[in-house]
């Protein structure tokens, strides 16, 4: 309900709360856990690591933020695209700029084209695009895989208009698509989502595509096939107990990630005020730890300090993109402490501890527990504090409540 205190009344208010229903009920819908973590087959994707989403989509998405209230609009969107420069989100490796719904008028042209909404975007989306690309960044835009968008008004859908709304999207240069699941009239997810894949390819514009079924229909079991990322639960929330809820339920589908096509715990809740800058750092840590695409949700506008170090720290942002494509995964879980391991391309491996409980724990591990050839000593670089220090072979840190030591150890030479 955050965005109630934030925005407002406006016009809208029905819009969002209808949006907000719909992410409850997908949150249910997710609940059931994932089927058994079969192992993929990496090479029948046949995505390869320098195609699309190579590494994990960087970017922003309003709907964390904003969700449907009158903020979200041209202004925003282009002085977002702005701070992507200002601030240097850009060079950290942050490209998309993407709307999520309410962009649209509730019904077609008598073409059938969508209309973009004149109050939010009075100069259309194709003037927005062009802004973001103006910046050297890329544009992405949303809609749903049924009749009408998750959002209470309920903006127009493409299930049946799959090519021409395709076609509108690459004209208006759209570079990403997120394609949700909501009023999907029971049809098959993997009919619905590739008549989509189809309908983007037939555009000729390469356009990364994100699918958004929640992870209802094992998506990692046929999308790598479609897309580049599909959401793996429901929708997060700004809380602790949300982030958690996710990340539980995305670990166990550590196999399933790699350069083209990720696993998508959901966008970054990282600024938004519903948890502290200690769990802002979990978050964004065990994100990257999991290859998620890092999608900011937050205000740039109103971020404050402490928001920008944490999505500026490049890295950690070096783990997410590590060309080797690998999604950690879990060494150790017990008592609320967690050791969670990702190979890197250089032979690196990057060990996060993250400490769960609501108490100081220390927390133990080893490299060559962590998969690393033994060698004489390990070099453990803090990604947070920036500090250095070497160890023979243990892993040990006293890790705060909610906190998250990681460390990049890289094996060296005796002195
Ligand atoms: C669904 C999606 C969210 C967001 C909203 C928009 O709930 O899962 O990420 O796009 O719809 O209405």
């Known amino acids: 309900m955050r965005q109630f205190l934030r925005s407002p009344v406006g016009r809208r208010r029905h819009a969002a709360l209808g949006a907000l229903s719909a992410a409850l009920l997908c949150v ?4 059931a ?10 090479s029948a994707t046949g995505k390869a690591a320098d195609g699309p989403a190579a590494t994990p989509p960087m970017g922003f998405n309003n709907w ?44 077609r042209d008598p073409q059938g084209r969508l209309v973009p909404d004149p109050i939010r975007f009075p100069h259309g989306i194709k003037a927005v695009a062009d802004y973001v690309h103006a910046k050297g960044l890329k544009f992405g835009i949303y809609t749903s895989a049924g009749t009408r968008t998750c959002s209470d008004i309920g903006f127009p859908g493409a299930l049946g208009h799959e090519r021409s709304d395709a076609r509108q999207f690459a004209d208006w240069g759209v570079d990403y698509l997120k394609y949700d699941n909501c009023n999907n009239q029971g049809v098959d997810a993997r009919q619905r989502y590739t008549a989509m894949r189809d309908a983007l390819r037939a555009t000729g514009r390469p356009i990364t595509y994100s699918i958004c079924e929640w992870g209802e229909n094992a998506p990692w079991e046929w999308a790598a096939e479609l897309g580049q990322s599909w959401r793996t639960t429901g929708d997060i929330g700004d809380t602790w107990a949300s982030m958690l809820d996710i990340l539980k339920k995305n670990l166990p589908l550590a196999p399933y990630a790699g350069p083209g ?29 999991m290859a998620a695409p890092l999608l900011i949700g937050t205000d740039l506008r109103t971020a404050s300090p402490q928001t920008y170090d944490i999505l500026r720290n490049t890295d950690v942002i070096a783990l997410d993109q590590d060309p080797l494509g690998r999604q950690a995964t879990v060494l150790d879980s017990d008592g609320g402490r967690w050791t969670l391991v990702k190979e890197l391309a250089n032979g690196d491996r990057a060990v996060a501890l993250f400490n769960e409980s609501d108490h100081e724990q220390r927390i133990t591990t080893g490299a060559t527990a962590a998969g690393l050839p033994a060698a004489p000593r390990y070099r453990l ?25 990681v460390y990049r150890v890289t094996p060296e030479k005796g002195d």
């Not at 282009?78 to 962009?103: H, Q, R, S």
């Not at 696993?263 to 730890?289: C, I, K, Q």
């Not at 023979?392 to 906190?403: G, K, M, N, S, Y």
Request: aromatic share 8%; hydrophobic share 35%; charged share 20%.
């Open 28 to 31: 249910t819908a997710a609940a």
């Open 33 to 42: 856990p994932p089927s058994a973590a079969r192992a993929p087959a990496p």
């Open 64 to 107: 964390n933020s904003t969700h449907c209230g009158p903020e979200f609009n041209e202004k925003m969107v282009k002085e977002i695209a702005d701070l992507f420069l200002a601030k240097g989100l850009k060079d950290a490796g942050y490209t998309y700029v993407n709307l999520d719904d309410c962009w649209a008028m509730p019904t």
């Open 261 to 289: 096509h990720w696993n998508d715990p959901d966008m970054l809740e990282v600024g938004n005020g519903g948890m502290t800058d200690t769990e802002y750092r979990s978050h964004f840590t065990l994100w990257a730890m």
């Open 381 to 405: 670089r803090d990604l947070w504090q920036r500090t250095d220090r070497h160890t023979t072979d243990e892993i040990t840190v006293t890790v705060p409540a909610h906190a998250t030591v």
